[in-house]
């Protein structure tokens, strides 16, 4: 069978540090692979690129169409794109899938589409094309929700989810076409890779772990290896918890070592806690890539507040991982949380905080109840109807406490005192300085779109225009 699978424009990204992460389609790659181990010829359209929908729909001429919906905040995008390929193409299945679909499948359930994936595609979607081509019942194939006679249904759940070794390597030639134009931070082009899926751990805000029960997976270190070696110079390791399994990640990092897998950058997101008792594992990692950044959710800058996002670790593990990974020669980037209902004395407590242990290297998204938490159901009722672009972690869902205009205000604030300003300590020269010649249109263009976020007109301009509006969740 042809199979299309799209990965939508994630629609307005005005704010947020959106202008610097633009990664492949890793889950539509892997689902690639998997299809074309069964004999099935498989196109993938990253729609961030020209051309639109339509005409991938005209080139492929698909029976089966995947639309991948990562983030909540694409929800919207994911329909207008489903309808755009059911007008192209009123004959071809279309499946929805990706986390924010498997974690709350609620707003996708609209005509233009005809089942929704609710667990790893690798193991359902073959089966699902498959029973499709023989002219079989969708309803055989487990983990969908399955739009029929004008309802909704649920199949029966996976036996078990699959091993990750199910698809040993990602299909990226799918995506070669677009490799030039995936960039993260500095770096450009980039490589994504994953060794290992889910979290044990329970923080509040977070939909992974709610999604897979706090287990975690992990890839052979064989495959690992493999796909370290046959990537490019920079790599983002998209594990939700990296340096997780103490002997997984000693074993990893001698098995590249011994390949001759070394790299220009790596990137990787853990825990503090997780660094305050694994100094060793660093110290064992850092020789593999000559500039090695860490992403931190920081979260917070009290105990109080961690212990309110069930963070599950302190204020003395937030420095003290800190201090660990600087005297191993790692850069630090960091997330801290800001909610909606903080007043004056919350926000100088942060930029206290950042100044004090110099994190101005770190980004400051809105306390956001993702759908598919147990945060996103205890607040629903306070979250008036507006579009879901506004999940982005950018925008106040709801009347912060001190009044959208000064929340702003301080907001914006915050986001000076960072290293984004080139009006600040780091200036545009300094950026251009740290990229090659050939990068400093795409870094001058991003930082040019980022300075928004210092501007508190900019903000209360689209909360204005985005609250309400009739049509959301």
Known sequence: MNVLLVRPHPGSDHFGLGPFFRVEPLGLEYLGAALLARGHDVTIADLRFRPGAAT???????????????????????????????????????????????????????????????????????????QLERGGDPAEVPGLKLRAGGAWTDTRILDERPCLDLVPLPARHLVARHRSGYHCLLFKPVWLIETARGCPHRCSFCSVWQLYGRSVRERSIATVVEDFAQSGDSVFVADDLFWYNPARSLELAAALKQRGVYKRWILVQTRTDLICRSAEIMAAWRPLAKDFDIFLGLEAASDAGLSGLDKDAGLAESIEGVRIARELRYGINGNFLVGHD????????????????????????????????????????????????????????????I???????LYAETWRRSILNTSGEKSLMDWVRQVKPAQIPYIARVLWRTQRMMKPSAYVREHHATHPVATGH
Not at 342 to 352: C, D, R, S, V, Y
Not at 366 to 378: M, Q
Not at 403 to 409: D, M
């Open 56 to 130: 991938w729909v005209r080139r492929s001429r698909p029976g089966l169409v995947g639309i991948t919906c990562i983030h909540a905040l694409e929800y919207d995008q994911v329909i207008a794109t489903a309808r755009e390929v059911r007008r192209a193409s009123p004959d071809a299945f279309i499946l929805v899938g990706g986390h924010a679909a498997a974690a709350f499948p609620g707003p996708l359930l609209d005509d233009a589409i005809d089942a929704i994936c609710l667990d790893d595609g690798e193991e359902i979607v073959p089966q699902l094309v498959e």
């Open 342 to 401: 903080w007043g004056e004395e919350e926000f100088h407590e942060l930029w206290e905080f950042v100044a004090q242990y110099g994190l101005q290297r770190a980004g400051f998204t809105i306390h956001t109840p993702l759908p598919g938490t147990d945060y996103y159901d205890e607040v629903a009722d306070r979250i008036p109807r507006q579009p879901w672009s506004n999940f982005d972690m950018h925008h106040l869902l709801w009347e912060p406490r």
């Open 403 to 409: 009044g959208v205009e000064r929340f702003f205000e």
